[in-house]
C-alpha cells in the first residue's frame, strides 16, 4: 500500500509561484508514474502533469505547458510541482497520483492507483 501526502497549497496573489510536493511511503516510489491532477469547485478532476518513473519524460495539460514543471528526487520519494505566473483559474484542490502498472504517463485519473488528500491552491486576482 502507498502512502501519499501533499503539501505546499496556499493563498497567493495572481503572478505569484507555488511548489507542491508529493512524499510517498509504503512502495517502491521510484518504479511509480506520478502526476499532478486537481479539482475545481464545480468541476471534474483533471490532469495537470505526469512524469515517468526516471524522470526523463514529462507530460502537461496545455493549460499549465510554459508556467509548471513537474519533478521527481526518488531518493527523497517525492514529486513536485513548481507552480509559476499562477491565474485565478488555478485555484483547486491539488492531488498527487501514483500509477504502478504502466511505464508511460497517462492523463486519465482512473489509470492511477493511489492518491494523496490534495492540497488547497487558491489565486486571488
Known amino acids: 500500500q502507498v502512502h501519499l501526502v501533499e503539501s505546499g497549497g496556499g493563498l497567493v496573489q495572481a503572478g505569484d509561484s507555488l511548489r507542491l510536493s508529493c512524499v510517498a511511503s509504503?512502495?517502491?516510489?521510484?518504479?511509480?508514474?506520478m502526476g499532478w491532477f486537481r479539482q475545481a469547485p464545480g468541476k471534474e478532476r483533471e490532469f495537470v502533469a505526469g512524469?515517468?518513473?526516471?524522470?526523463?519524460?514529462?507530460d502537461y495539460a496545455s493549460s499549465v505547458k510554459g508556467r509548471f514543471t513537474i519533478s521527481r528526487d526518488n531518493g527523497k520519494k517525492t514529486v513536485y510541482l513548481q507552480m509559476n505566473s499562477l491565474k485565478p483559474e488555478d485555484t483547486a484542490v491539488y492531488y498527487c497520483?501514483?500509477?504502478?502498472?504502466?511505464?508511460?504517463?497517462?492523463?486519465?485519473?482512473?489509470?492511477?492507483?493511489?492518491w494523496g488528500q490534495g492540497t488547497q491552491v487558491t489565486v486571488a486576482s
Open positions: 497520483a501514483a500509477d504502478n502498472s504502466r511505464p508511460v504517463i497517462r492523463r486519465r485519473g482512473d489509470d492511477y492507483e493511489y
Open positions: 509504503g512502495g517502491p516510489f521510484s518504479l511509480y508514474t
Open positions: 512524469i515517468s518513473w526516471s524522470g526523463g519524460s514529462t
